[in-house]
C-alpha cells in the first residue's frame, strides 16, 4: 500500500504542490491526506464543481506558474476531461502537463455497481486514445515503483508537455489520519426523501440522482411496498444530469408531476442545466436539492455548496420559486403548499446532515429494467 501523505511528499520533490479534482470513493484516503495538508478552496487546493473544470484549473495554474498539477478523478470523469486534454492540454495544442490520479471503478473481474462496468472495461484505453501514458498502483505498489515510473517515463514526458496518469485499483492507498467534516443539520436526508416520497401519488413521478439518494429512496419505496415505486427513475450514472432527464419527461408529460431529487455535488457539476429549466419553465416540474455539503457517496470530501445561494441563482436563470428549508415545520409547510403556487418550476434546496446507515441496501432491479418499469408507468400501463 502506498501511504498517501508520503505520496504528497514525494510530489513536492517533483514541485508539484497544486491539486485540483472531484473526488472518488478509491481515493478517499489520498483526498482526506490532501483536506488534512491543505484544506480546501484555496492556492494549493480546489475541489472543482466537475473533471473539465478541474484541466481548466491546472491548466491556468500552469499558465501562471510554469509548475505541473495534479488533477485527481473517478473514472467516470474521463469524459468530462476530454475536450480540454486533447483541444488544450495535448501538446499538439499549448502542450500542457498534468498528473492525473484516476480511480479505477467498474476494472474488469472486479464487481462493481452497473453504472461502473462500460467506463471500467475502457479507462485504460481512453487514456490511450488520449495518449497519455499510464501507470497502475495497487495494494502492492510501492512508493519507490512510482518514483521508478516517473523517472523512467513521465519525467520526459511531462517535459515535453505531455500529461500522464496514475491509474488507482481498490485498497492502493493505506488509510491516512483524519476524516471529512460532518455537517450537521435538523434534518436528516432519509428522512427528507420518505417524506417526499409520501406526497407522491398517481400522477407524481420522481427522477433521483446517483449515489445515496437514488438507494436511499428505492429502500424506502420497498419496505412500504408502494405502489408507486414504479415512478422512480435511479439514476445510478452521469452525475449532474438527473435534473435535464427531469426537464424532458416534465416537457413530454405536462399532465404529470415530476420531481427531480438532486444533490448539491451533482447540481454544482452541470450547473449550465439550471439555465435551461428556467428557461424553459415547465410548471410540472419541482427541483429538489438536498445539500450536505459534501460529495457523500465517493467518500466526503466538501462542496462549495454552502457557500453559495443557490435559491438565488435559480431565481436568477428563471425559476419562479426558489425556496430554502432548514427544519421539519418549514419542510412540512413547504410540501403541504405546493399547490398554491401557479408557476413553476419550483426549486427547493433542502439543507440535511451528512452520513447514512451503513446497512442501506442498492437496487436489486437492473437498471434497464428500472427503465423499463418507469416508462410503462409514465404511458399508465
Known sequence: MIKPEQFLEFLETKDISFFTGVPDSLLQAFCIALFNKFGTSNANHIVAVNEGNAVALGAGYHLATGKTPLVYLQNSGLGNIVNPATSLTDPAVYGIPIVYIVGWRGEPGVHDEPQHVKQGKITCDLLDVLKIPYMIVDKNTTLLTIESEFLNRFDSCMENGGSVAIVVRKGAFDKPQGEFPFQQAILPREDVIKKIADKTGDKDFIIATTGKISRELFEYRKTMESPFKQHDF????????????????????????????????????????????????????????????????????????????????????????????????????????????????????????????????????????????????????
Not at 252 to 267: E, P, S
Request: charged residues 20%.
Open 234 to 381: 435511479l439514476t445510478v450514472g452521469s452525475m449532474g444530469h438527473a435534473s435535464t432527464i427531469a426537464l424532458s419527461v416534465a416537457l413530454q408529460h405536462k399532465d404529470k408531476t415530476v420531481w427531480c431529487i438532486d444533490g448539491d455535488g451533482a447540481v454544482l457539476m452541470h450547473m449550465g442545466s439550471l439555465a435551461t429549466i428556467g428557461t424553459m419553465r415547465p410548471s410540472n416540474l419541482i427541483h429538489v436539492v438536498l445539500n450536505n455539503a459534501s460529495h457523500e457517496s465517493v467518500g466526503g470530501m466538501p462542496t462549495v455548496a454552502k457557500r453559495i445561494d443557490l435559491p438565488s441563482i435559480a431565481r436568477a436563470v428563471g425559476y419562479p420559486q426558489a425556496l430554502r428549508v432548514h427544519n421539519e415545520d418549514e419542510l412540512t409547510n413547504v410540501l403541504d403548499n405546493l399547490k398554491t403556487y401557479s408557476e413553476g418550476p419550483i426549486f427547493i434546496e433542502i439543507f440535511v446532515s451528512s452520513g447514512s446507515r451503513s446497512d442501506l441496501i442498492r437496487p436489486n432491479t437492473t437498471p434497464e429494467e428500472n427503465k423499463i418499469a418507469f416508462m410503462h408507468a409514465l404511458k399508465g400501463n
